[in-house]
Structure formats: C-alpha cells, structure tokens
C-alpha cells in the first residue's frame, strides 16, 4: 500500500467543482481535468472509476458538506423560532461564502447525477430538519403542512435575498446587498406567517 | 477515510472504444478468476481500462488484452 495524498485529492476535487461550475458538464472529462488539477489521468483513475464515479463521489460529499453547514449548531428539538432562525444565519452563511459549491449544487440539481446526490442530502436531512418541523407541528408552534409549502415559506425568501445579493440587484434593477438586519426583518414576516 | 491507497489497482490506455470491442473483452475480464473488479471508461480519450486484482501485473493485463487483439499499455501516475 502507498499513501493516500490528500492534497493531491482535494486539489482533484476543487478542479472538479471549479470546472463544473464554470464550463458545465458537458465539456468535463477525465483528461481534461487532470491537466487543469496537474496530475496524471491514472492518478485520478486510481481513486475514481471513471467520470460518473468522480462526479457523484464529488457531488455527494459536497452535498454532505452543505448539510452539515446547514445543520450546525441546530437540534430537532429547539423552539420553532430559534431552530429557524438558526437554519437560515447557517444557509445565508453557506450560500454567500460558498459561491462555487452552490453553483456546483445547481449544476448538478439539472442533471442525470441529481440521484445520488440529492438521496445523500435528503437523508441527511430527514435526520434533523425533518423532526423539527413534526415537533413545531406537534407542539402547537406551527399548523400541520407538507414540506413543499414549508419550505416555499419558511426558507425560499431567504434564497430570494442571496439572488439579489449575487445579482448585485433586485429584480427592478435597484441596487441590493444583503445583511442581518434585511434578514432578519425578512425573517419576522416569515415567522409571522407560520407562527400560530 | 482509508489512508493509503491499494496498490492492486492497474490503469491502462487502451483501443477498446466501441460497444462491440466491450462486448469482446467482456466475456473474458468477467471469467477471469484473478480479476476482481474491472471496467473501461469509453468516454476517454484512453478508453482507459481500470482493473483491480491482487496477483496480477501490467505485464499480464497487457498480454491478456493483446491477445484480444486490442493495443493495451500502462498509464503511468
């Protein structure tokens, strides 16, 4: 046996994500990421069986990462507001720092790889997020709902806050930048809306 | 996460591009007692042949495929 070289496979798997992100997946391959990353393709045939294996390995492990932002600092079992708003300070944080790994998840969300990843956040997910909404529900906090429209109230407004901040303006042209106050006030008409 | 990686693992360059030179080397890989796990990634370039086996060397991957009639070489890492 031979050591792994973690560097060497983290610096595979930032090329990957950064490739993907920005070219798509339909010019990806092997040898074209090898030359970019500056290793051998046998290198990466050493870890990887061939693309389908490396973008799912990836696009997993990514997706775990996400969840684990996500879930930082939260438990099931927090009040309804508190568990919130933990939830959206986590994913603001995530998806203004993580610019490429978010691009990389939409990539990835429109295609044929959508499978794996998205089984390996769901399952995640269902551990925690999952029973907290069951116990906001159980408890009183919020009325019985499906996750869909949960989740177009409860965090889809934040997401609408990161696009104009990425867009650098609303959709009237208006020039935006998000902070903690603009969330947080967004966040209020949420908690409003779903509070009993 | 594992820290060292297995060293049974050989990659080759290969010819075997289309579906029927798969299908060619198929039945033989497959029967194949010292070869554990195998697949060609034809979407290379390399159309690179990934094998794992405990007890064989380049030297028998090479053999084994050019007697199939397909050009097999190292790739080297």
């Keep these: 046996m031979r050591p792994r070289d973690e560097n060497k496979i983290q610096g595979i798997r930032e090329k990957a994500i950064e490739m993907i992100t920005n070219e798509g997946l339909e010019n990806f391959g092997i040898n074209r990421l090898a030359k970019a ?8 045939y050493i870890y990887y069986k061939d693309k389908d294996d490396l973008i799912n390995q990836i696009s997993v492990e990514e997706g775990l990462r996400m969840c684990g932002a996500t879930l930082e600092g939260f438990e099931a079992d927090m009040p309804f507001e508190k568990g919130l708003w933990i939830q959206w300070k986590n994913r603001a944080k995530y998806a203004l720092n993580n610019q490429v790994g ?3 998840y939409d990539q990835l969300r429109n295609s044929t790889y959508r499978e794996q990843m998205l089984k390996a956040i769901s399952d995640e997910m269902k551990k925690k997020a999952g029973p907290f909404v069951k ?32 867009d650098e303006h609303t959709f009237s042209g208006k020039k935006f930048v998000f902070s903690e106050k603009i969330m947080k006030e967004t966040f209020n008409y949420v908690i409003k809306a779903l509070k009993k | ?10 990659i080759c360059k290969t010819n075997i591009a ?3 030179d798969l299908f060619a080397v198929k039945t033989v890989l497959d029967n194949h007692h010292l070869i554990e796990q195998w697949n060609i990634d034809q979407e290379d370039v390399d159309c690179v042949l990934r094998i794992i086996s405990w007890h064989l060397s380049y030297a028998d991957i090479i053999l084994i495929i050019s007697r199939l009639n397909y050009t097999c070489e190292e790739l080297t890492t």
């Design chain 1, 37 to 44: 990353a500056g290793v051998s393709p046998a290198t990466i």
């Design chain 1, 102 to 104: 978010a691009s990389f």
């Design chain 1, 135 to 166: 116990n906001a529900i159980k408890n009183g906090e919020i009325n019985e709902i499906s996750m869909e429209v949960f989740w177009s109230v409860a965090l889809a407004p934040l997401y609408s806050l990161v696009k104009f901040h990425q």
């Design chain 2, 1 to 10: 996460m594992c820290n060292h990686i297995p060293e049974h693992i050989l």
């Design chain 2, 18 to 20: 289309a579906e029927s």
